[in-house]
């Protein structure tokens, strides 16, 4: 098992900045695959963006290039999502979510991902 908590979320302007934070426990970190998805009021949960096992894969939805980035510190078991020039359409529930995964890949498919944290709401006001 793998829990995941999500921080940093909450209420900006547009074209603010916030980092989140994804605290991993329970299991290696380094042996997973992240990912982070977002869930706005009336819409399906939508991708955002992977990282690999190491690190060394990216991945984002084309909403994102460019404005977000995707890191992780396997020695703080921690995931990250930057984001930066914040829209109103980026407010969402953003939930960091875990695979166990042998390669170096990334996944951008919700199914793929065992492993969900509880989600942190991001607000950015117009």
Do not use: H
């Not at 096992?53 to 396997?74: E, W």
Request: aromatic share 12%; with cysteine; proline share 2%.
């Amino acid at each position: 098992q793998v829990q995941l908590v999500e921080s940093g979320g909450g209420l900006v302007q547009t074209g603010a900045s916030l980092r989140l934070s994804c605290a991993a426990s329970g299991r290696t970190f380094r042996d997973y695959a992240t990912g982070w998805f977002r869930q706005a009021p009336g819409k399906e949960r939508e991708f955002v963006a992977s990282v690999s096992r190491a690190g060394t894969k990216t991945d984002y939805a084309d909403s994102v290039k460019g404005r977000f980035t995707i890191s992780r510190d396997n020695a703080k078991n921690t995931g990250y999502l930057q984001m930066n020039s914040l829209k109103p359409e980026d407010t969402a529930v953003y939930y960091c979510a875990a695979r166990f995964s042998a390669l170096a890949t990334t996944y951008s498919l919700e199914s793929r991902y065992n492993y969900w944290g509880q989600g942190t709401q991001v607000t950015v006001a117009s």
